[in-house]
């Protein structure tokens, strides 16, 4: 007689979901149940797609991060591009994973986005499973572990470079609780100290920008204007970057965390800082 469950029976080789062994790891478990789900991994019609070197997918820049006094801001624009066309004008790549962490994406946006949502389930599951939240290093780490999953995919041209940012809730320094971590396409993972970091392809525009406005030593309004100026600038030289839609009303995502947790700020907030910015280079066009 054959006691295997039905799963067992349609895919051969996989654990029973009812049966395996309990983890603390959501993407663990997926990888263990139904790996073929996993970003970075497709199977089947999507197998053939991915190898086409010449698929043009959306990706998306530009993610800016800085922290202040108060915890730590990740802001994007809002413009994803294919080639030399845009995209989407308003694409979300700022995403709030739980109350004290948010993550930017840049690349390529479809795998970016799957590995945003898969990452905000694994913090949400390991909560669950243990009762405590998972540490700050511990989510760094778990997200340096998804990005190298996606190696395979970024060797064939579909990259994924997120951007971290988190406040550390055990820090014996409030005022240095916020903390930027980046990683490269293999997974490695890297503290940024100097208290500011960019991704995608307006990054160097940005750092320059960052670099001269941008003060650890701020409060939380300024440095949301220092963001918005620095994305500004990226949009400025770098046709890839969306600036600021006062017509349409599209304005980058500002995501700010601090002791009282992770907020995504008001949307009139962000048009009244853009509308002062935009006053300010009508007088002086270069910043």
Same mark, same amino acid.
């Given at each position: ?10 895919h051969?080789?996989l654990?029973d979901p009812?049966t ?5 790891s959501?993407?663990? *478990?997926v ?8 970003p970075g ?8 797609a991915?190898a ?10 530009t ?14 624009d809002?413009?994803a ?15 709030v994973?739980d109350? *004290?962490?948010?993550v ?21 599951? *390991? ?11 511990g989510k760094?780490?778990k997200?340096a ?5 996606n190696l ?12 971290f ?5 055990d820090?014996?320094?409030a005022?240095?609780?916020?903390r930027?971590?980046?990683y ?16 995608g &392809? ?5 750092k ?12 939380l ?10 994305? *500004? ?5 770098d046709?890839a970057t ?11 995502i500002v995501? &700010?965390?601090?002791a009282?947790?992770a907020h995504?700020r008001?949307?009139?907030e962000?048009?009244g ?5 935009i ?5 002086k066009p270069g910043?």
């Amino acid at each position: 007689m054959d006691h295997r469950s039905p799963l067992d029976a349609r895919h051969p080789g996989l654990l029973d979901p009812f049966t395996a062994p309990a983890t603390a790891s959501f993407t663990d *478990y997926v990888a263990a149940t139904a790996p073929h789900l996993l970003p970075g991994r497709p199977t089947g019609a999507h197998a053939a797609a991915h190898a086409g070197a010449g698929l043009d997918v959306p990706h998306g820049t530009t993610i800016v991060a800085l922290v202040c006094a108060d915890g730590v801001v990740i802001a994007g624009d809002r413009r994803a591009t294919s080639g030399n066309v845009i995209a989407q004008r308003d694409i979300e790549k700022v995403f709030v994973t739980d109350s *004290y962490s948010a993550v930017g994406i840049a690349g390529s946006a479809g795998i970016a986005l799957e590995m945003v949502r898969l990452f905000t389930v694994d913090l949400e599951h *390991y909560e669950k499973i243990e009762g405590v939240p998972l540490s700050l290093d511990g989510k760094a780490n778990k997200l340096a572990g998804m990005v190298r999953q996606n190696l395979g995919a970024a060797m064939q041209g579909f990259v994924v470079v997120p951007l971290f940012v988190g406040y550390d809730t055990d820090a014996a320094d409030a005022s240095k609780a916020g903390r930027i971590v980046t990683y490269d396409p293999t997974g490695g993972r890297y503290d940024e100290w100097l208290g500011y970091h960019s991704v995608g &392809s307006g990054s160097v525009f940005a750092k320059s920008s960052m670099k001269k406005l941008h003060d650890p030593a701020h409060d939380l309004p300024r440095t949301i204007r220092t963001a918005i100026e620095a994305l *500004y600038d990226a949009a400025d030289d770098d046709t890839a970057t969306g600036g600021p839609d006062t017509v349409r009303r599209i304005y980058p995502i500002v995501v &700010s965390i601090t002791a009282e947790g992770a907020h995504r700020r008001p949307e009139e907030e962000i048009s009244g800082i853009v509308d002062q910015v935009i006053a300010g280079r009508t007088e002086k066009p270069g910043g």
